[in-house]
């Protein structure tokens, strides 16, 4: 599981996490649970293998909201991968959201 740590409200971080799901080829679904939870899920292509993501937000205080994201994918050996698929989704995250905190506790 990788923690990504935003400057802006959650409401608008789940809107905007959706817009650039879907802009990223991603089938999105909201999930009822008690913090808002994004499932994120693409199809295996010729060269990718299927992906799920699933987004879990928290709001932290009125401006900060953390998303914590852990990736899925159907396969055996894919522990290594989906820790990079991780990351990258959280420096994906980082960089749509101009105002991104990195706290000096390790979370990104």
Not at 37 to 47: P, S
Not at 55 to 68: A, H
Request: proline share 3%; net charge positive.
């Amino acid at each position: 599981m990788e923690t990504t740590l935003l400057g802006h409200d959650m409401s608008s971080v789940i809107k905007d996490l959706k817009k650039m799901l879907v802009k990223q080829g991603f089938i999105v679904q909201m999930m009822p649970t008690s913090n808002p939870t994004i499932v994120a899920y693409r199809k295996a292509t010729w060269f990718k293998k299927q992906r799920q993501f699933v987004l879990e937000i928290i709001s932290v205080d009125k401006n900060n909201t953390r998303v914590e994201i852990t990736a899925i994918i159907n396969n055996k050996k894919s522990i290594h991968a989906e820790g990079i698929i991780e990351e990258s989704l959280a420096t994906s995250i980082c960089n749509f959201f101009k105002n991104a905190i990195t706290p000096s506790y390790g979370f990104r």
